[in-house]
């Protein structure tokens, strides 16, 4: 199994709602990473959990909120959000940590609307 | 800090032309380099990678090589087909931002 499942692919939400994206993976990686994707830009880092800690925060607004409950699941709450929040939210892990420069696994994301 | 330019799109080839689609960056030390391609509605998927100078990475046939003297590292096929049609995103990793830096993409269409 060599895929980063991702899901829901599609979710509205108002900007009082409460919602969460979820991400798996089944191959033993030990670092998870989302990404927020606009369109027609490159993908920009928001959080890293290596070996199940959070290691990386791109100051990230405290309304995204991620969680790591073990090795193979990635949650993403989120609460109050913004029109401008909407994007496409990318998945990804590799092997070990992120300090190594490995090949990055992608799930196929979640788009997010935000009316 | 680190940073990655790549040419603007988008390019429109038609079936069988030769690609290229050209990289540079800016880094201190020495970066391992990275192309990944995302196919419309999909995450993406690393396409090729180098990790030192001379170094030429390939894939599907696609190739580029990590020019230390240039800071290049310029996507390369000889011949496209229309299920190469996607974004290209060079990037680049060093030890210390302990991130990938994305270039900006570039979208590629093939015609037949």
């Known amino acids: 199994d060599t895929e980063v499942t991702q899901t829901p692919k599609h979710l509205v939400m108002g900007m009082t709602n409460k919602k969460s994206l979820k991400c798996e993976q089944h191959m033993g990686h030990r670092a998870m990473y989302w990404y927020k994707q606009k369109a027609k830009k490159p993908p920009e880092l928001m959080f890293v959990?290596?070996?199940?800690?959070?290691?990386i925060n791109e100051s990230v607004p405290s309304r995204f909120s991620p969680e790591c409950p073990n090795s193979s699941l990635l949650n993403l709450h989120l609460h109050a959000l913004q029109p401008e929040d909407s994007a496409l939210y990318l998945c990804a892990s590799s092997q070990r940590g992120p300090d190594l420069g490995e090949k990055l696994f992608f799930g196929s994301g979640t788009q997010l609307s935000v009316l | 800090g680190d940073s990655v330019t790549q040419m603007e799109g988008p390019v429109t080839l038609s079936e069988e032309a030769f690609l290229t689609i050209n990289c540079t960056y800016t880094?201190?030390?020495?970066?391992?380099l990275f192309w990944y391609v995302q196919y419309p509605g999909e995450g993406l998927q690393l396409l090729l990678k180098a990790t030192k100078a001379d170094d030429k990475g390939s894939n599907k046939g696609f190739e580029a090589t990590y020019r230390k003297e240039t800071t290049s590292f310029h996507l390369e096929k000889g011949s496209v087909q229309v299920s190469d049609s996607a974004v290209y995103f060079c990037a680049l990793f060093t030890g210390g931002g302990n991130k990938l830096t994305f270039g900006t993409g570039t979208q590629l269409k093939v015609e037949l």
């Open positions: 959990y290596s070996y199940e800690k959070l290691s």
């Open positions: 880094a201190t030390g020495y970066p391992s």
